[in-house]
């Protein structure tokens, strides 16, 4: 399946990053004295992935129902929902080669 980029995914797309970058120091800080596992981590991507899917279904769904909404903050939801769908699948895609590599490790 081909994917079409255009100038509004993309700028979701890096709103998405930045918000799930920001502040870094603080990120780096947090991680050192509370020592998140890889799968706290892994699970609070994942429920902002489903926060953004959740928030861009009703978006949506409130703009098909004929509510008024901006359809610029629709867009944007969806194609934030898309970059962090996209994203997640990257990462399991890595660690499931990685776990075939460990596998096919000899003894």
């Known amino acids: 399946?081909?994917?079409?980029?255009?100038?509004?995914?993309?700028?979701?797309a890096y709103a998405l990053a930045q918000k799930l970058n920001s502040n870094p120091a603080a990120m780096a800080a947090k991680s050192a004295s509370d020592a998140n596992s890889f799968a706290d981590v892994l699970e609070a991507t994942v429920g902002r992935a489903h926060d953004a899917g959740k928030r861009s279904d009703a978006l949506a769904m409130?703009?098909?129902?004929?509510q008024p909404t901006d359809l610029v903050e629709?867009?944007?939801?969806?194609?934030?929902?898309?970059?962090?769908?996209?994203?997640?699948?990257?990462?399991?895609?890595?660690v499931v080669a990685?776990?075939?590599?460990?596998?096919?490790?000899?003894?």
């Open 74 to 94: 629709v867009v944007t939801a969806v194609a934030e929902s898309e970059a962090a769908l996209e994203s997640l699948v990257a990462v399991r895609d890595r």
């Open 1 to 12: 399946m081909k994917t079409m980029t255009t100038p509004g995914l993309a700028a979701g």
């Open 98 to 107: 990685a776990y075939e590599e460990i596998m096919r490790m000899p003894i």
């Open 62 to 66: 409130r703009t098909a129902g004929g």
